[in-house]
């Protein structure tokens, strides 16, 4: 399988074998700021390489309209294939790839939607909560406690009235006219994250929050509203966001998969954990890996 994908510029189009895709999204997608424990990390790595391969086997031809299969953005995996060639943690990734080579997760024999995120603040959220559509039973929402010492994101925005007026404007799901009076939220998941706001000015309009996150992230920048789970408050010239998580938080919690991988849970127990019902499975067979490198062996 070759996967091709935009990096860069619009129409520059890429062509690459399935597992050098797979090493450049691990790469590209966890790459520690710090030396971490090597075994932890190729734990790390092994996890997200099924999740990404996964994600590839499950969306064939996602871009097909636009000429390739997968984008390499967040809207479908990030990846920069430039990454293996810079990356301190290359030899760690390769040994992740050779470990789980050509597999997959499968529910009911079809490759699972393994979508994944940094952070989800605590507690995951089921796909059908922040995107609608048909339930799967892999997705749903669950408490993710993390070993001690270690914890999740908390974040704080806080922008001008008028300028976040003037971003809700610029779209036309979210657009209140020439003045917004409040931001209420009108319902949340189990996990805390906010599934619908009402945007009260000029004219009123409901929109989900996922929508609402997209719309000021637009203008803003990713590291505005971090995610859907936050409380918020209008002070005399502006709104406070104060949250938790980064992402969707739909399946896989990068964070924690690192937490759990840190305090010795194997590959497979995170990968169960946070896609339960789902089961690994080779997509195609697997080559020999090259000598000294052990099989799929996780």
Do not use: K
């Amino acid at each position: 399988m070759r996967v091709g994908h935009i990096q860069g510029r619009p129409g520059a189009i890429q062509q690459v074998p399935i597992e050098e895709y797979v090493l450049a999204t691990i790469l590209t997608e966890l790459a520690p700021a710090r030396a971490p424990d090597p075994a932890a990390l190729v734990r790390q790595y092994e996890a997200q390489a099924i999740v990404a391969r996964t994600y590839a086997a499950a969306n064939p031809g996602r871009h097909a309209a636009d000429g390739f299969d997968l984008c390499a953005t967040t809207h479908c995996q990030l990846v920069d294939p430039r990454r293996p060639a810079t990356s301190s943690w290359r030899a760690q990734g390769e040994q992740a790839i050779a470990r789980t080579l050509g597999v997959i997760l499968l529910h009911d024999g079809r490759p699972a939607l393994t979508v994944f995120h940094a952070d989800c603040g605590g507690h995951t959220s089921s796909a059908t909560d922040v995107w609608g559509g048909t339930p799967r039973p892999y997705l749903r929402g669950r408490t993710d406690d993390l070993p001690a010492g270690t914890e999740h994101q908390t974040w704080r925005f806080e922008v001008g009235a008028g300028a976040l007026l003037a971003a809700l404007n610029q779209d036309a799901r979210t657009s209140v006219g020439a003045n917004l009076v409040a931001v209420d939220i009108l319902s949340r998941d189990a996990g805390g994250r906010i599934l619908t706001l009402r945007l009260r000015g000029t004219r009123t309009v409901t929109v989900s929050a996922d929508e609402f996150r997209t719309i000021v992230t637009r203008r803003f920048g990713a590291r505005s509203i971090r995610s859907t789970r936050f409380d918020l408050q209008r002070r005399q010239a502006s709104y406070l966001f104060e949250g938790r998580g980064f992402g969707h938080g739909v399946g896989l919690c990068q964070t924690g998969a690192s937490a759990r991988t840190a305090n010795g849970m194997s590959t497979l127990a995170v990968l169960a954990f946070y896609y339960p019902g789902t089961r690994p499975a080779a997509a195609r067979p697997a080559r020999t890996p090259p000598p000294g490198r052990p099989a799929a062996a996780f």
